[in-house]
Every structure is written in structure tokens, then in C-alpha cells.
């Protein structure tokens, strides 16, 4: 399967190589030099390896466990995220979360650029990569769920996709059964009613045609005490809130569903409706989060035009960092956030440091002005009312 060749041949890349966008711009190389070379003296004034320590125990002592989490760094390897994640993931439930988000890219950069990359392969790569996040909690001892605070860590997981046709694509191309491990179950939002025997369901077709759902019914599935949700579209979201309603003890992770994307489809024909967001989403706490942005910046003088890139990376409890990629296999801290920065915001912030580096030439208010327009955050990103503040912090 393609995303194995791949997950091998990348396991051990740096993270700037797997977990950064490529520049695609070849008449900017000039201008990534120089970046690259400011970014490096900055970099030698400061003690980056404070930025990069490897995590406590995730029953130490809260103060020191939170002061690791706000410098740890993105991750080196796959091998590597997929520790940190259950871990980030552990610690928010054992301090009462039972919505989490898990945010990362489930391919290296340069493999997602690639043109022969389908959208099989991606739900590929995020089965897996939730596969093995499952096992890590349905592995763990039951000592080990012992916590002060009464608060057990699941040990029986369920992974499940929008609907059953989607689930038995991927089994079969993955060669698996609905249970691959001890304590992980392989299953669907939207099962079969065991009690309608037709084999064609004509009103599931007429439904489909206007954005309906698939058909089936949702129900909790016994023993589980953990839901890992992937490749669910927005339109399928109102089903995991109904799916949190029904089995409000057990814990829901939206892995990898790129939740801002998805955030934006809301209020749209045939989607969810805006307040659906305030209602559920907000709710939903971001406990291992690694978002990567690429942006050009057109200058006065030469090379006239600089690519520049970063992430926001988060590792809970730790607070929202902005780290701007200085194109040496490694990130620089520009800011640490206690709330999570708007995407207007975080582009600010790595202009900003590009700017105080000298590679950006600073600019009036009035140009400033002109080029981020008045309004630099989505809807969503505002404070409103009713609103809760969980996807911030």
C-alpha cells in the first residue's frame, strides 16, 4: 500500500522536511537563502534546545508537565508524533475533555504535493496513523488508568467513518477485519437498522441527492469508551454530536477531519447551519495540533518577492506556538499563545519576526493596511455570546 512505501521512506526525516510545505517557486531561491541565513544567526543567539526536551510522565507534576508541553517542538519523525499525540490526547482526558481534536498533516510535505496523490491515499494514511492511536490507549495496563482524580483512560477504542460503504472500502484495501487489535474496533457513524431487511433502500438514493444523510441509524456500540472519528465531512458532523448525545461518558476525537476547513462549509445550502459551530464545534478542545502555512510577500527592492513558511503547533497542555521554518530542518519560536492565535493573526506574527530579521522591509500603516484589508479572521474566529471558548485554549 502506497502510504507504507512512504511512511518508511520518511520515518526518519527532519521535521522541517515532513512536516513543512515546500517552497514552489524557484525564482524566489535568493530569497529563501537569505531567510535561511538571517534565520540561522537568530537562531545561534538563542537556546533552541530548551524548544525541544522530551515529554515527562504523564502523571508528574501538572506545573512541570505544562512548562515541558509550552516549549515542546514539532515532532521528528511519524514514529515520534504518534507518541506525542496519545499523549497530549491522555492528558486532556484525564483532566475531564471528552472532545478532543487531533490536527496534524498525515503525509509528509513533499508527498502531498505530489500529483499522483489521491484522496484514497490521504484516508489511507489517516486509518493507519488512527490505528495506531487507538492501540496506544487499548494497550494500556489498568494500572496505568489509575488516576487521583477517579477519571479512567479508555481502553476500548472504536474508529469509525462516515458510513459503511466508506468503512468496507477501506478495510478492503487495507486487507483488515473490523477488529485488528485487542480493545480497537473498526465501525461506521451510520449502521445498518438490523431491523430493515430490503436490499434497495430508494429513499436513501432521493436523499443523497440533496446532501441528506446515507441512511442507517446511529448508535452507541457497547463496551466503548472511546471514538476516534475520521474522513467525516461537515455535512456528517451533526452526527457525531448526536453520537456524543447518546453516549455522553465516552470520550470523541475528531482525528485529522481538518475541523477549519470544515468550519467554513457551515451556513452553506445542504450543510449545517452557522450556529452549529457555537451549538457543538466550540466545544470541541485541540490537544495535539500541528496546521502549516506557506505565504508570499511582495518587497520594494530585490529578490521583489519572499516565500516564507511556518506552523501552529500545539502539544496540550502547552500553549499555541508560532514557529517560522528558517529552511534549515528546523523551526524558530516566534510566539507562545495561552489562546489560539486567528490565521490572520498567526500570519502577522511570522511577518513580523521576518520583519524585526530585516528580511521584510517594514511598511507604513496605510500599505500595511492595503495589503491585510480590515478584517483579518473568519466568523468563526470572533467572539460571540454564545459561543464556548474551548477551541481557544
Known amino acids: 500500500m502506497m502510504f507504507y512505501k512512504l511512511s518508511t521512506l520518511f520515518m526518519l526525516a527532519s521535521s522541517s522536511a515532513a512536516f513543512s510545505p515546500l517552497a514552489s517557486n524557484n525564482r524566489v531561491a535568493s530569497a529563501s537563502a537569505r531567510i535561511q541565513s538571517v534565520a540561522a544567526v537568530q537562531v545561534s543567539k538563542t537556546n533552541t534546545k530548551l524548544y ?11 506545573a512541570a508537565i505544562k512548562d515541558v508541553a509550552d516549549r515542546e517542538g514539532p515532532p521528528q519523525s511519524f514514529y515520534q508524533l504518534q507518541i506525542n499525540c496519545a499523549r497530549a490526547a491522555e492528558l486532556a482526558i484525564r483532566n475531564g475533555h471528552k472532545l478532543i481534536e487531533v490536527e496534524f498533516p498525515p503525509l509528509p510535505a513533499q508527498v502531498l504535493e505530489m500529483d499522483d496523490v489521491s484522496a484514497y491515499d490521504v484516508a489511507d494514511a489517516n ?15 489498568t494500572k496505568e488508568n489509575d488516576d487521583p482524580n477517579g477519571i479512567k483512560i479508555p481502553q476500548n477504542v472504536a474508529i469509525l467513518f462516515p458510513d459503511e460503504s466508506e468503512m468496507n472500502i477501506e478495510l478492503e484495501r487495507n486487507s483488515i477485519t473490523k477488529d485488528p487489535y485487542p480493545g480497537v474496533t473498526v465501525s461506521s457513524l451510520r449502521c445498518s437498522d438490523p431491523r430493515d431487511t430490503r436490499f434497495f433502500k430508494p429513499e436513501q438514493t432521493f436523499m443523497s441527492l440533496f446532501g441528506g444523510k446515507s441512511g ?10 472511546m471514538y476516534v472519528i475520521i474522513i467525516a465531512s461537515a455535512q456528517e458532523l451533526p452526527d457525531v ?12 476525537c475528531f482525528y485529522n477531519l481538518k475541523l477549519d476547513v470544515l468550519r467554513g462549509d457551515l451556513g452553506a445550502p445542504a450543510f449545517p447551519p452557522k450556529d452549529f459551530q457555537d451549538r457543538f464545534l466550540s466545544l470541541v478542545k485541540p490537544v495535539y495540533y500541528l496546521r502549516t502555512r506557506q505565504y508570499s510577500r511582495s518587497t520594494a527592492s530585490p529578490p521583489y518577492l519572499v516565500n516564507y513558511q511556518g506552523c501552529l503547533f500545539r502539544s496540550y497542555p502547552g500553549e499555541f506556538q508560532t514557529l517560522l521554518d528558517t529552511g534549515t530542518g528546523n523551526y524558530r519560536r516566534v510566539e507562545g499563545n495561552k489562546f489560539r492565535p486567528a490565521l490572520g493573526e498567526f500570519k502577522e506574527q511570522l511577518t513580523k519576526a521576518l520583519t524585526m530579521d530585516g528580511v ?6 496605510v500599505l500595511n493596511f492595503l495589503r491585510t484589508g480590515y478584517k483579518t479572521t473568519t466568523w ?6 454564545d459561543a464556548s471558548d474551548n477551541w481557544r485554549t
Open 360 to 365: 521584510i522591509e517594514e511598511e507604513s500603516n
Open 216 to 225: 442507517g441509524i446511529i448508535q452507541p456500540i457497547e463496551g466503548v469508551d
Open 127 to 141: 486509518f493507519n496513523l488512527a490505528l495506531d492511536f487507538a492501540k496506544s490507549f487499548a494497550a494500556k495496563q
Open 380 to 385: 468563526w474566529e470572533e467572539e460571540r455570546e
Open 241 to 252: 454530536e448526536e453520537l456524543a448525545e447518546l453516549a455522553p461518558e465516552a470520550v470523541i
Open 52 to 62: 525541544n526536551v522530551p515529554p515527562p510522565s504523564t502523571q508528574g507534576d501538572p
